[in-house]
């Protein structure tokens, strides 16, 4: 088994990737989605028309389903003719290493020698919590415990639809050193309105240079963040510990920095 | 009621009456206060509709008006029946000419009580008959085309335009659906005012206005004629309008309303005295339209752990039911809330879910429960949230659920494809009819794994509910016992529009709604 992975690893050419189904090279790939077209033969003609426009070779729609007049679901497979070569890519991310809310506690009370400040909230008309007490909560996550639990955070959470006003006076009144705001709802792009605004209140505020501002959400990314003005996104399968880790990074370049 | 997990009936009945007196108290409070909600859901009673020339509708610009002067706790009712002794035309006369300037319906001389009784009372019986039409109108089609069987299958809408809405909701009528939700813009639970008219844009939802309950009701009885059984509609009666959209929802024939002032004070941080008051006069209308209600307890488990917190949702099943007893809710209106949502990776978590979707049937029979799907765990793997769903309609079926809300296979991704409709309602017809009867097949064994854990949560269920006794609902709210959240008595919004009653205060459609509720049966 160890051998053949080995083996398995050589053949893979870095500089030509492409998906893999069970044998390397074949690019198989799934696709479902709807037509607003009738279902029948013309729908399945459709769909395998448009699959190869997408760059899959031997289009095979395996099962469609009128859901409605008009329109049919299509499930769909084909064989990727594109590659990409993973040499030249190079991915800006979160570079250290995963550390244990007891290591992260740990770091800050020898690299910092004080409780890290943080004020957490759903800003804008986004009501939902979830994501925010996920990482800022006692009790966490999936067994992944939130900020509160850690010796080394204070945590002000002040929940869902804080206008972006009250959060940074929120956070000036505490001397923040992290600002954590959570968003949910994308529809319209409404969190980008809003994660707009947020920056810009920071930076009237003149607090932009030494809050850390993180924004965390299910369709956040990291690059996304980072084109707001954040200086750290984070997506879904962030823990506490992610966050944690790094915020108390952050600061101790800040801190550095400083001197 | 021969039951599957031997629970000792006493014990359900002492928790029953803790219950009771838990929402008495709140009552007596409730009883003795309006609120300017309140007294705009009797202005759209009497007739009052539509906006003036800068969309500030005129049940809002009327009853502010009373606000101002001081004399909302007379009520609407009393003031615009004086008005209308004093000659007026009709209430929405009454409205419109305040609204421009050339009526103070405050400084009219006072007409006795019966005399202002006896000149609101055709505007009183034109309300009172929509609504009953609509009811007698809903009884009618259900006899003639049917429904669905239980549970319900519930899917949402939420494309934030009405009429695209509605096209999705047609197709999922064709696929299967039972009752269809409009979700609702965020943030419109805040706003002190019903927006007007057809909408077309709305954030992660669809705004909640008349028309737009009118123009999907037209959808689905087009839908539901063709597919050969009634289809439900659903909105959401809580916020800030709690009681307003409870009537615009009865005028319009909508079947079934998320309707839970818990809900809102905990998670939209609406003052608590506001929304428990609004609650009630909400509650007895959609006790008297015959509208489903929905209670939002399957909430409390997106913040609070689902198998350590259990015993919350039970308590504040309990409290829920006592409240809409006193607002005259038949059980079979009461969605009492539940969910689905404890952590995948939970040995025997199947078996607690069973356990707590058993207890809630076993202790509320006639109740049409709603039933949550996983939200909190479904992580993007939508191929394993298929599989968790899956597991949700088994739970479902085998515990008679009334109201199944389907998960989404794409839940935490994006509002929903018209396709993860259909997979949803697949996977729950599949499982539905494939289990039928599993539930009278089978019998969870004596003092096993499911049993103990229905006591367990009883037993928790009623030492919470003594604790929230002793300390009043007010107070426990405060100090966090439900989601984990805290939520101060005089905090959150809209406390300024509630005031104790006056002398003259007087709302005829709640004492003709509680009347007449039981007759209608």
Not at chain 1, 13 to 31: A, E, M, S
Not at chain 1, 139 to 150: A, N, Q, V
Not at chain 2, 32 to 54: F, K, N, P, W
Request: charged share 25%; hydrophobic share 40%; net charge negative.
């Amino acid at each position: 088994m160890n051998k053949r992975s080995r083996s398995h690893k050589h053949e893979v050419d870095l500089k030509r990737i492409k998906p893999y189904g069970d044998t390397l090279g074949d690019g198989k790939v799934q696709l479902s989605f709807t037509l607003p077209v009738e279902s029948g033969a013309k729908a399945e003609e459709v769909a395998r028309r448009l699959v190869k426009k997408m760059g899959l070779d031997n289009p095979q729609v395996v099962y469609q389903e009128g859901l409605s007049e008009g329109f049919t679901f299509l499930i769909v497979y084909g064989d990727c003719v594109h590659t990409i070569d993973t040499t030249i890519i190079d991915v800006p991310g979160l570079s250290h290493k995963r550390m244990s809310m007891g290591e992260i506690d740990e770091f800050i009370r020898s690299s910092i020698g004080r409780k890290i400040r943080i004020v957490g909230a759903t800003t804008g008309t986004d009501a939902h919590t979830v994501g925010l007490d996920a990482i800022l909560n006692m009790k966490g996550f999936s067994g992944h415990y939130g900020l509160e639990r850690y010796e080394m955070f204070e945590v002000y959470n002040m929940g869902s639809q804080v206008p972006n006003e009250e959060f940074v006076a929120k956070s000036v009144e505490e001397d923040a050193d992290a600002l954590l705001v959570s968003q949910t709802v994308t529809a319209k792009d409404v969190h980008i309105k809003n994660l707009t605004e947020l920056i810009e209140i920071v930076e009237a505020e003149g607090i932009r240079d030494r809050a850390i501002m993180i924004v965390g959400g299910p369709r956040m990314t990291g690059a996304l963040a980072k084109e707001l003005g954040f200086d750290a996104g984070f997506g879904p399968g962030t823990f506490a510990e992610d966050v944690a880790a790094f915020i108390a990074h952050r600061l101790v370049d800040q801190l550095d920095r400083a001197q | 009621m021969t039951g599957k997990l031997n629970l000792d009936h006493t014990a359900v009945e002492h928790a029953r009456d803790v219950a009771r007196s838990i929402a008495d108290e709140v009552h007596h409070f409730v009883q003795d206060h309006t609120t300017t909600a309140i007294e705009r859901t009797i202005c759209r009673l009497l007739g009052i509709d539509g906006t003036d020339a800068s969309d500030i509708p005129y049940p809002n610009i009327l009853v502010n008006q009373l606000h101002e002067a001081g004399v909302l706790e007379e009520g609407a009712a009393f003031l615009i029946g004086n008005a209308l002794a004093n000659d007026l035309k009709n209430p929405q006369k009454v409205a419109e000419e305040a609204a421009a300037g050339n009526l103070d319906i405050t400084k009219l001389p006072i007409n006795d009580q019966e005399s202002i009784r006896e000149a609101l009372a055709p505007f009183v019986a034109e309300g009172m008959r929509r609504i009953k039409n609509n009811k007698f109108e809903r009884q009618r089609m259900i006899s003639e085309l049917g429904e669905g069987p239980q549970p319900y299958l519930y899917v949402i809408v939420a494309t934030g335009n009405i009429y695209e809405d509605a096209v999705q909701a047609v197709a999922a009528v064709e696929q299967g659906a039972d009752i269809i939700a409009v979700i609702r813009s965020t943030g419109q639970s805040l706003l002190d005012y019903v927006p007007y008219g057809p909408t077309t844009e709305g954030f992660g939802g669809t705004f909640a206005t008349q028309e737009n309950f009118r123009i999907m009701r037209e959808a689905l009885d087009e839908a539901g004629e063709k597919a050969g059984r009634y289809i439900r509609l659903c909105n959401y009666c809580s916020g800030l309008c709690m009681p307003e959209i409870a009537v615009m929802g009865a005028f319009e024939r909508l079947d079934v309303m998320l309707n839970d002032a818990l809900y809102g004070i905990l998670f939209r941080d609406i003052n608590m005295q506001r929304t428990i008051i609004d609650q009630h006069f909400s509650r007895v209308i959609n006790g008297f339209a015959g509208v489903i209600i929905n209670t939002g307890e399957d909430n409390y488990l997106t913040t609070a752990d689902a198998y350590e917190e259990a015993h919350t949702v039970l308590a504040s099943q309990f409290i829920n039911e006592q409240l809409a007893l006193l607002a005259g809710i038949p059980e079979k209106q009461m969605g009492l809330g539940h969910a689905f949502e404890m952590d995948p990776n939970l040995e025997n978590g199947f078996l607690y879910e069973l356990a707590q979707a058993q207890l809630s049937r076993e202790i509320f029979p006639q109740a049409t429960l709603k039933y949550m799907p996983p939200t909190k765990y479904m992580t993007g793997n939508i191929f394993r949230g298929h599989v968790q769903n899956a597991l949700f309609n088994v739970a479902s079926i085998w515990t008679s659920q009334g109201i199944q809300l389907l998960g989404m296979l794409t839940e935490a991704l994006h509002t929903p494809f018209m396709s993860d409709r259909y997979l949803s309602i697949e996977n729950a017809k599949y499982v539905f009819n494939n289990m039928r009867s599993i539930g009278e097949e089978t019998y969870f064994k004596e003092g096993g794994i499911i049993q103990t854990r229905a006591k367990q949560v009883l037993a928790e269920a009623t030492e919470l509910l003594q604790e929230i006794r002793r300390n009043g609902l007010f107070e426990s709210l405060q100090m966090g016992v439900f989601a984990g959240v805290k939520r101060p008595t005089n905090g959150g919004k809209g406390l300024e529009g509630v005031v104790n009653k006056g002398r003259n205060h007087l709302n005829p459609f709640e004492e003709l709604m509680c009347e007449g509720g039981e007759e209608d049966e």
